[in-house]
T-cell receptor
Framework: DTAVSQTPKYLVTQMGNDKSIKCEQN?????MYWYKQDSKKFLKIMFS???????INETVPNRFSPKSPDKAHLNLHINSLELGDSAVYFC????????????FGDGTRLSIL | RKEVEQDPGPFNVPEGATVAFNCTYS??????FFWYRQDCRKEPKLLMS???SGNEDGRFTAQLNRASQYISLLIRDSKLSDSATYLC????????FGKGTRLHILP
């Protein structure tokens, strides 16, 4: 059983394109997150949603727009992709906000040509 | 002082040895703490939560020192499979990951 699944696993695209990454969790958690891990391996939170509502929105360009249709899904849409967007994007979920441990998806490796 | 700080390593340790590393945090109001491990090109996976009273899981022991504002991870009888990056996580209503400590267990 896949607890947190994200698609696609690899995404190679050209600068300027618009792309989406999908995430679903079947753990019954009420909080979901998007993280970015860059080439220096630093893992940084981008967004957090609790019961479909945005609760954390770190300093992220507004080209990045998360959407949560229900508490089991949190998708990430990126407009006008730039070279600096190349990274691994991880989705995660947890129960009852951030005091509980998070479970991560296996990442989406985004490469901008 | 950085919000969460870890020695990046790498720690090169012979198999069977004991290794320990710390993670310091700046916000004294931090409420929950975790250790994760991340293998190369994989997602972070929870290793253990860190409780005020300390906790142990097999060869792994985690401790919290609130007075000095650090958490520690001790690995006894290290195995080759322990080679990974170990990330500490501090939560004070803001989730902060450390940059990780790389551990290489040498045969």
């Amino acid at each position: 059983d896949t607890a947190v699944s994200q698609t696609p696993k690899y995404l190679v695209t050209q600068m300027g394109n618009d792309k989406s990454i999908k995430c679903e969790q079947n753990l019954g958690h009420d909080t979901m997150y998007w993280y970015k891990q860059d080439s220096k391996k630093f893992l940084k939170i981008m967004f957090s949603y609790n019961n479909k509502e945005l609760i954390i929105n770190e300093t992220v360009p507004n080209r990045f727009s998360p959407k949560s249709p229900d508490k089991a899904h949190l998708n990430l849409h990126i407009n006008s992709l730039e070279l600096g967007d190349s990274a691994v994007y991880f989705c995660a979920s947890s129960q009852t906000g951030g005091r509980q441990p998070q479970h991560f998806g296996d990442g989406t490796r985004l490469s901008i040509l | 002082r950085k919000e969460v700080e870890q020695d990046p390593g790498p720690f090169n340790v012979p198999e069977g040895a004991t290794v320990a590393f710390n993670c310091t945090y700046s916000n004294s109001a931090s409420q929950s703490f975790f250790w994760y491990r991340q293998d190369c090109r994989k997602e972070p996976k929870l290793l253990m939560s860190v409780y005020s009273s300390g906790n142990e899981d097999g060869r792994f022991t985690a401790q919290l020192n609130r007075a000095s504002q650090y958490i520690s991870l001790l690995i006894r009888d290290s195995k080759l499979s322990d080679s990974a990056t170990y990330l500490c996580v501090v939560n004070n209503d803001k989730i902060i990951f450390g940059k990780g400590t790389r551990l290489h267990i040498l045969p």
